[in-house]
T-cell receptor
Framework: AQSVTQLGSHVSVSEGALVLLRCNYS??????LFWYVQYPNQGLQLLLK??????LVKGINGFEAEFKKSETSFHLTKPSAHMRDAAEYFC????????????FGPGTRLSVLP | ETGVTQTPRHLVMGMTNKKSLKCEQH?????MYWYKQSAKKPLELMFV???????ENNSVPSRFSPECPNSSHLFLHLHTLQPEDSALYLC?????????????FGPGTRLTVL
């Protein structure tokens, strides 16, 4: 069965510092990959997705992620953290063209310190 | 605004009560999903409906009963729940065969079972 791991359940960065959230998946076949963000008391919002067009994917709010097949990774980065980036971030995969059978990682809570 | 609405946003119920959660999507999608989000656990897919037909039930106890009267509406009927059923229940939707396979989430219903 496919699985998604996110190293670090909680990451703290200072405002203005680099954000790096890690995601690895287990599969020999490249999946479709997604990052979602969840702000307090809200549902999940799509940040970006990889669908094999380009390995470096740019998303909303200044985030980007790079797909590395050799490392089975899809880490999320942002050059400069802002207070409003404090949220829970979920990596997800699917091998399904139709948007079903998503497998979500356990999430990483990002705290941004002033 | 994600185009997926859920009501109520918060619900407190006793173990003998019967209540229903409602989800509506305004995106013209044809697939809808119920997820359960518990503290410190990955998102759990509960039910999948494609074109109003249930296609997946991930071993969910019968005290949870879904209903999908049309492609825009999804309900989750609850009865004789247990305290461990307290969680955030998220509804999502997607469009099959559109070439865009992400899921769009509602804000969730925070359920507390006393």
């Amino acid at each position: 069965a496919q699985s998604v791991t996110q190293l670090g359940s909680h990451v703290s960065v200072s405002e203005g510092a680099l954000v790096l959230l890690r995601c690895n998946y287990s599969s020999s076949v490249p999946p479709y990959l997604f990052w979602y963000v969840q702000y307090p008391n809200q549902g999940l919002q799509l940040l970006l997705k990889y669908t094999s067009a380009a390995t470096l994917v740019k998303g909303i709010n200044g985030f980007e992620a790079e797909f590395k097949k050799s490392e089975t990774s899809f880490h999320l980065t942002k050059p400069s953290a802002h207070m409003r980036d404090a949220a829970e971030y979920f990596c997800a995969v699917t091998f399904d063209n139709y948007g079903q059978n998503f497998v979500f990682g356990p999430g990483t809570r990002l705290s941004v310190l002033p | 605004e994600t185009g997926v609405t859920q009501t109520p946003r918060h619900l407190v119920m006793g173990m003998t009560n019967k209540k229903s959660l409602k989800c509506e999507q305004h995106l013209g999608h044809n697939a809808m999903y119920w997820y359960k989000q518990s503290a410190k656990k990955p998102l759990e897919l509960m039910f999948v409906y494609n074109f109003k037909e249930q296609t997946e039930n991930n071993s969910v106890p019968s005290r949870f009963s879904p209903e999908c009267p049309n492609s825009s509406h999804l309900f989750l009927h609850l009865h004789t729940l247990q305290p461990e059923d307290s969680a955030l229940y998220l509804c999502a939707s997607s469009h099959l065969y559109s070439g865009s396979n992400e899921q769009f989430f509602g804000p969730g219903t925070r359920l507390t079972v006393l």
